[in-house]
């Protein structure tokens, strides 16, 4: 391709993408809905969470499902402002015990809640969030009523497999993630800062 062409249709793209960020001008919090089978869903949210602290933002985080094993993202973050409130129950297959379960899962919910209604926080995380909804451990109905409430310029990251189609079609930007390859698959251990 000659230089000139490539700069045609490089200067085409520019004008698209020019466009479009010249259409897009609204400002407030947005859904974002990490699902799907594949690996990362919780890593992205940290990413996110890690450049918002960055950036001098207030976070909040919620993780359902999760244990009390060591957590490089809280190590990291809780420092820096970062509350954490943590289900604390372990995964749900270990537990074996719904009673239990629902009552750790609305324990952490009332945290969650009370994070989607502060003014001061730029981002919440509500990591592993769609298993308590599909488990009906969580009223679908509850979770739709504290996202559409929450304050105007707040965003909420929601992750897990099998995201609830209510709460996809609220989310503002849904991301699949599909698994290719696992290491897991191939007998490798999960690894401390890498996995977890």
């Known amino acids: 391709m000659s230089e000139d062409r490539h700069r045609e249709r490089q200067q085409r793209l520019k004008e698209k993408v020019d466009a479009r960020i010249a259409g897009a001008q609204e400002e407030r919090g947005i859904i974002l809905v990490l699902t799907g089978n594949g690996k990362g869903k919780t890593t992205a949210a940290f990413g996110t969470a890690t450049r918002a602290v960055g950036h001098g933002k207030k976070v909040g985080v919620i993780q359902f499902i999760k244990g009390d094993w060591p957590n490089g993202e809280r190590n990291l973050l809780e420092p820096h402002g970062v509350e954490f409130q943590v289900m604390a129950t372990g995964f749900t297959w270990d537990t074996q015990n719904r009673e239990s379960d629902t009552e750790a899962c609305l324990g952490v919910w009332q945290h969650a809640r009370r994070m989607m209604a502060d003014e001061k926080l730029d981002l919440v995380v509500l990591d592993e969030l769609t298993y308590m ?35 996809m079609e609220m989310a503002d930007t849904v991301s699949e993630l599909r698994p290719v390859k696992h290491a897991f698959d191939a007998g490798i251990k999960a690894q401390i800062g890498i996995d977890y």
């Open 133 to 167: 909804v599909a488990y009906d451990y969580l009223p679908l109905e509850e979770v739709l009523t504290a996202l559409r409430n929450r304050p105007h310029h707040q965003t909420v990251i929601i992750t897990g497999r099998g995201c609830h189609r209510e709460i």
